[in-house]
């Protein structure tokens, strides 16, 4: 990762080409992602971590020439500083003018009897998660697995492994898990909470010994308190070390614990060798995080083009959710500066514990430890080494004031993801963005793992920002309150709820918002009584007008199937009314040009021969793609079809603030393209993968994992909750993608909603969803059964026999087309 970050800073930067780059990687696969490397673990598609550009083969010099030279699989293996070569796992021979040493570091297995037993694995590269699945698959769900090591890599690992189907065990030599981040307090806490999610801790003990265990089928690890765990593999995570072997061996000097030796511009003694990165020293120094690695290779970056950048130091500061449980450490949070305080607030009963470390006049803070309540490390972390606010104790204590966003310095970082200030965000608002997609279109904050945007907010709010959340100049709520206000109160007309919660009469927007609602609160048909006149055009025809004032009929196929005879009665309706044909995108079959009042005609037709309203013209469920899956497929490990029919017709009618897309896939292939829609279901051989968020039209976006290798009826629970809680909450036309974008908290929230029932409304959501499902009915054979909703479907109502002569068609092409009445022309 440090090594691509150099490469595309110095590309970035050379604009004169002066720098060739020849890039040697030892891995089989160019730079990915290696602090998400977890989440590899179910989706098991290595193209999700790889890194943008990693391929290179955009970047080319002023001559046309390739400027990097990227080169898979092939390892350094001998450096002459003399004659200033490289000699490669080839044979190779590569001269350079300047080297950069990127090679990061490895795992550290410490020397127990059997740690190099065929069961034992670290946990680094995608190729040792490979192994650490196969392993697991041939154990079998429930197997144990054992990981030696507390800190932040080992409980990753366990998390990993219990993803897999296992029952983890984590052994830590330490009193506590993440000795490093979080003292004796956080960690008791920390080992309470991960306990609670099935993980067996052991601390204070070490590992003893590994060797098979008595009938040869596994592990026996005994620890130094005499314990012995039988397991099916084990997965060391005790530290990295430098990887600074070829540094050493072409005569570099390294640090007292390793490294290769830098001075504050990243250069060895050799002035023509730079080290960057967990491989580098610098004065004396090794870092383990991503975020100092990239600093050296900007520095680097710099020095090449004749700048003097010099390595500004590191932030160790650390927030994640591990195993859903919210770590946060920054600063001096073990209060080792000199007469530091520590101000100490924790609530076993809500299972949380914060500490701050302040000076010795409790003015500066130092540090601070969050531990099961995260929220305020945005606003905290950005205050180390500055003046407090107020009293320390009413920072972390729930009956105190919370720390103003105003208090903030304007040159803290808000989203550190993105490295955007405060300066610059407040800047962005006070030239006009007036509202959060504004604000995060123009600094790109809040744009990746949105745990700034409460802050965003904050900000926008403090210059003066009132973010009106009114649906329209009828109603001051917005659309999620509207949705709260029709189900707590049962209101079932647009009439009565204007009356009692607006103003006025209503518009082109409340209207079909509010027939949204009614709509995904009952079963009610949407063309009874008052209801008809909301709806925009095409749920008020129940089709999708076209062009020329004609109408598509998309009928629905649940799945992409269709019967034989089902394909011969589309074949005679188009052939009997004219109609245009043509295969969508959805897997349906389209059929465009039918006057009004044919509609109800080509319905019954559809209707007798079993076929329903594909509801194709409404905000609701349109489709659900799926591929042929292990049926007829020889890749598929599940029955994508069947998954898709029983989804769609689950889902099919759920109105909701925008159309709803699903795709299913059989297999890691993908032939369904799922995770370009709304709901993304892919089959894997434990089970199905879930993704969401996931959008076309104008701004495509891929869905992100929410969940892995779950049974069919936990995916229809979570599709269920997924869904019904975007119904309820999203805003006007708002599609999952940007929903999900402006939920606080993003995926992580979702996943606790989802996943963990973190607000405990799962049941609810859930019993909401099954009220529609018993209460669908098909709407196109709703209106054949009703005489008075047949009576609109007519061109004129005054005279409901005419036909509109204004609609023709021009058939002498290729295909049919509708022709459009033309203005009037006048005479000269």
């Not at 919660?501 to 063309?527: E, F, M, Q, R, W």
């Not at 925009?536 to 992409?560: C, E, W």
């Not at 709304?678 to 199905?688: M, N, P, S």
Request: proline letters at 4%; charged letters at 20%; glycine letters at 12%.
């Amino acid at each position: 990762m440090v090594g691509h970050r150099f490469v595309e800073a110095l590309r970035a930067r050379d604009t004169a080409s002066d720098w060739k780059v020849t890039v040697l990687c030892e891995e089989a696969l160019p730079a990915y992602d290696r602090v998400g490397l977890s989440s590899y673990v179910g989706a098991w598609d290595h193209r999700e971590l790889a890194l943008a550009g990693n391929d290179y083969l955009d970047d080319t010099s002023d001559l046309g020439n390739t400027a990097v030279d990227l080169r898979i699989g092939v390892r350094a293996e001998r450096i002459d500083r003399a004659t200033k070569t490289v000699t490669t796992s080839t044979g190779e021979t590569v001269d350079y003018d300047t080297l950069v040493f990127a090679t990061g570091s490895y795992p550290f297995v410490p020397p127990i009897t059997g740690h190099d037993r065929p069961e034992c694995f670290v946990y680094r590269t995608l190729d040792d998660l490979d192994r650490i699945r196969a392993c697991a698959d041939a154990a079998g769900p429930g197997a144990v697995g054992v990981v030696v090591g507390g800190g932040l890599l080992g409980l990753e690992a366990a998390n990993a492994l219990q993803k897999m189907g296992m029952t983890p065990h984590v052994v830590e030599f330490a009193p506590r898990l993440m000795p490093l981040q979080v003292d004796e307090g956080g960690g008791a806490l920390l080992a309470r909470l991960v306990t609670d999610l099935g993980l067996t801790v052991h601390t204070g003990v070490g590992t003893s010994s590994i060797t098979e265990n008595a009938d040869g089928a596994g592990l026996s690890v005994e620890l130094s308190d005499g314990s012995v765990i039988d397991a099916a593999l084990l997965v060391f995570s005790a530290g990295v070390r430098p990887q600074d072997r070829l540094a050493r061996d072409c005569g570099l000097e390294v640090g007292e614990r390793g490294g290769i030796l830098v001075d504050v511009g990243c250069r060895t003694v050799d002035p023509d060798v730079y080290a960057i990165g967990e491989c580098a020293a610098v004065e004396g120094t090794s870092y383990g995080l991503v975020a100092p690695g990239y600093s050296t290779a900007e520095v680097v970056a710099d020095r090449l083009l004749g700048g003097a950048a010099e390595f500004p130091g590191a932030d160790m500061s650390t927030k994640l959710k591990l195993m859903g449980v919210d770590v946060a450490s920054f600063g001096d949070a073990m209060a080792l500066t000199p007469g530091a305080l520590e101000v100490v607030f924790g609530d076993a009963p809500k299972g949380t514990y914060a500490k701050l470390v302040v000076s010795d006049d409790a003015k500066t803070l130092l540090g601070g430890i969050l531990v099961g309540d995260a929220a305020a490390y945005s606003l905290l972390r950005p205050l180390v080494g500055r003046e407090l606010p107020g009293d320390p104790a009413s920072l972390i204590s729930p009956a105190a004031e919370e720390v103003g966003i105003g208090a903030l310095p304007i040159d803290v970082e808000i989203c550190s993801c993105n490295g955007v200030s405060k300066g610059a965000i407040c800047n962005a608002i006070a030239e006009g963005a007036c509202d959060l997609a504004s604000v995060k279109s123009c600094t790109n904050a809040g744009t990746t793992c949105g745990g700034c945007l409460p802050s965003i907010k904050a900000l926008l709010s403090a210059s003066g920002v009132v973010m009106s959340k009114a649906l329209c100049e009828h109603f001051g709520h917005s659309r999620a309150e509207l949705f709260e206000i029709v189900r707590a109160t049962n209101t079932r007309t647009f009439s009565s709820l204007i009356v009692k919660y607006g103003k006025g009469t209503g518009c082109d927007i409340c209207k079909p918002v509010v027939a949204s609602i009614l709509a995904s609160t009952s079963s009610d048909h949407i063309l009874d009584g008052e209801q008809a006149s909301l709806q925009d055009t095409n749920d008020h025809f129940l089709a999708n007008i076209q062009k020329n004032g004609t109408y598509s009929v998309v009928p629905r196929m649940p799945g992409g199937e269709c019967t034989a005879e089902q394909l011969i009665v589309i074949g005679e309706v188009a052939r009997d009314f004219g109609l245009y044909t043509k295969v969508t995108g959805g897997q349906r079959i389209d059929m465009f040009g039918a006057r009004v009042e044919q509609l109800p005609a080509i319905w019954k037709r559809l209707v007798d021969a079993g076929m329903e309203s594909g509801q194709a013209y409404g905000k609701s469920l349109r489709t659900v793609k799926s591929c042929v899956g292990s049926s007829w497929c020889r890749y598929g490990v599940q029955d994508s079809v069947g998954m898709a029919v029983d989804l769609e017709n689950r889902y099919r009618g759920l109105r909701s603030p925008h159309k709803i897309k699903f795709g299913v896939s059989g297999c890691a292939r993908e032939c369904a393209e799922a995770r370009g829609k709304d709901v993304g279901v892919i089959a894997t051989e434990g089970g199905w993968n879930l993704y969401v968020g996931g959008n076309g039209g104008q701004s495509p976006r891929h869905a992100r994992l929410l969940a892995s290798n779950l049974d069919d009826a936990t995916l229809v629970s979570y599709i269920d909750r997924y869904l019904m809680f975007y119904v309820r909450t999203a805003d006007r036309l708002q599609r999952t993608a940007p929903w999900l974008d402006a939920l606080d908290g993003g995926l992580e929230h979702l996943k606790a909603i989802v996943c963990e029932d973190s607000l405990g409304i799962g049941a609810e959501l859930e019993a909401d969803m099954d009220r529609h499902v018993a209460g669908y009915k098909d709407e196109w054979a709703g209106v054949l059964e009703d005489e008075e909703k047949l009576g609109r479907f007519v061109s004129f109502v005054n005279v409901p026999e005419a036909i509109d002569p204004t609609i023709a068609f021009d058939e002498s092409g290729e295909r049919k087309v509708p022709v459009l009445m033309g203005m009037p022309a006048f005479g000269g």
